[in-house]
T-cell receptor, first 114, second 114 residues
Framework: DAGVIQSPRHEVTEMGQEVTLRCKPI?????LFWYRQTMMRGLELLIY????????DSGMPEDRFSAKMPNASFSTLKIQPSEPRDSAVYFC????????????FGPGTRLLVL | AQTVTQSQPEMSVQEAETVTLSCTYD???????LFWYKQPPSRQMILVIR??????QNATENRFSVNFQKAAKSFSLKISDSQLGDTAMYFC???????????FGQGTRLTINP
């Protein structure tokens, strides 16, 4: 199994630009999670989907952030416009059949907004 | 809201020694799941071990074992015969029965010295 795939692995952009992060979950998994890791706040959940439907987006910082899951094998996290404080590592994770199933993480995308 | 606390920001031991990482959590739920994840310098989040709260027996995975004290809300990780490859950040995480989101502790940076 290829595991959770994220792209790009690294992204450097300038303030004000749009950033799109991509995730392909493990085949057969029907839950997908977006986390953000920063030095100040640690690891925090931004949003998660069950069967392509957003369930909890209470962790999304503000309207500049949006996430979509158009099908079972693809999700995007978009930041528009980006700001320096968005600089972080963004992880995508997936799991099977919902509750209490182990979440498997992708390698993360390191984002730097200048 | 659930909280997870790791009181040891950093630890360092010699190779082959045994080391225990501490984790406490706060919840009013009776059924939940606890996890330890490892994050090496590559930043990949790797599951080390998981424990279901309804199981009295402590989980073990080869050199890794936990000491789960439900009444004390404590969930420590013991690494036996430590190896250089165990050098990483270790995160304790909680998942309640009512939600799929993982709540992470602040992490413990573990260094195994040759």
């Amino acid at each position: 199994d290829a595991g959770v795939i994220q792209s790009p692995r690294h992204e450097v952009t300038e303030m004000g630009q749009e950033v799109t992060l991509r995730c392909k979950p493990i085949s057969g998994h029907n839950s997908l999670f977006w986390y953000r890791q920063t030095m100040m706040r640690g690891l925090e959940l931004l949003i998660y989907f069950n069967n392509n439907v957003p369930i909890d987006d209470s962790g999304m910082p503000e309207d500049r952030f949006s996430a979509k899951m158009p099908n079972a094998s693809f999700s995007t996290l978009k930041i528009q416009p980006s700001e320096p404080r968005d600089s972080a590592v963004y992880f995508c994770a997936s799991s099977f059949s919902g509750k209490q199933e182990t979440q498997y993480f992708g390698p993360g995308t390191r984002l730097l907004v200048l | 809201a659930q909280t997870v606390t790791q009181s040891q920001p950093e630890m360092s031991v010699q190779e082959a020694e045994t080391v225990t990482l501490s984790c406490t959590y706060d919840t009013s739920e009776n059924n939940y799941y606890l996890f330890w994840y490892k994050q090496p310098p590559s930043r990949q989040m790797i599951l080390v071990i998981r424990q279901e709260a309804y199981k009295q027996q402590n989980a073990t995975e080869n050199r890794f074992s936990v000491n789960f004290q439900k009444a004390a809300k404590s969930f420590s990780l013991k690494i036996s015969d430590s190896q250089l490859g165990d050098t990483a950040m270790y995160f304790c995480a909680f998942e309640g029965q009512g939600a799929q989101k993982l709540v992470f502790g602040q992490g413990t940076r573990l260094t195994i010295n040759p």
